[in-house]
């Protein structure tokens, strides 16, 4: 069966402070991988999706980055964080083709910026 | 106009109660629908996965899409204290794989 690891549950960082946010995907090959944030009253978001290595396209500009190194590996990243940075971040993986595009979500990561 | 637009509640009902949760739409191209359950502090789970209009049912869980108006809703049976949680609706037209989510509606049963 597929598994969606994310990590850490939790993150206490300093503004200006770097950031690396892991995800990978087990079980499953060629998923589409995703980047959610989610904020009170705004639902989820989505920052990055991808369909494939090195494959990335961004929703929304901001303050983040993502990169996709290997198949079922997908990072979030920031140089320097802001505090409207802070937020729960989710992966979420799904797979092609069309018929099949439910997305299953990991556990988040509870991001605050200090 | 928000592409999804949900209740966010909160919504407190009895044990025992049939809830009902709803998301209206303004994308007509949306033909995929689905309902995501979320406890606190978790990622969402997906529970129901509709196709066009129509309703689609799983134990106490209904769920019901009305392509004419927009409007879909999700009914729970029964409802336990364990069915308290926040519910957001997602949909996507599936020629592009973004999923557009609702807000979510947070659910509380009272024992």
């Known amino acids: 069966s597929q598994t969606i690891h994310q990590w850490p549950a939790t993150l206490v960082q300093p503004v200006g402070s770097p950031l690396s946010l892991e995800c990978t995907v087990e079980?499953?090959?060629?998923?589409?991988l995703y980047w959610y944030r989610q904020a009170a009253g705004r639902g989820l978001q989505l920052l990055f999706y991808s369909v494939g290595i090195g494959q990335i396209s961004s929703e929304v500009p901001q303050n983040l980055s993502a990169s996709r190194p290997q198949d079922r590996q997908f990072i979030l990243s920031s140089k320097k964080l802001l505090l409207s940075d802070s937020g729960f971040y989710l992966c979420a993986w799904s797979l092609g083709p069309v018929m099949n595009t439910e997305a299953f979500f990991g556990q988040g990561t509870r991001l605050t910026v200090v | 106009q928000k592409e999804v637009e949900q209740d966010p509640g909160p919504l407190s009902v009895p044990e025992g109660a049939i809830v009902s949760l709803n998301c209206t739409y303004s994308?007509?191209?949306?033909?995929?629908f689905m309902w995501y359950r979320q406890y606190s502090r978790k990622g969402p789970e997906l529970l129901m996965y509709?196709?066009?209009?129509g309703n689609k049912e799983d134990g106490r869980f209904t769920a019901q899409v009305d392509k004419s108006s927009k409007y879909i809703s999700l009914f729970i049976r029964d409802s336990q204290p364990s069915d308290s949680a926040t519910y957001l609706c997602a949909m996507h037209s599936g020629g592009y794989q973004k999923v557009t989510f609702g807000t979510g509606t947070k659910l509380q049963v009272i024992p």
């Open positions: 079980g499953t090959s060629n998923p589409n």
């Open positions: 509709t196709y066009s209009s």
């Open positions: 994308n007509s191209a949306f033909q995929y």
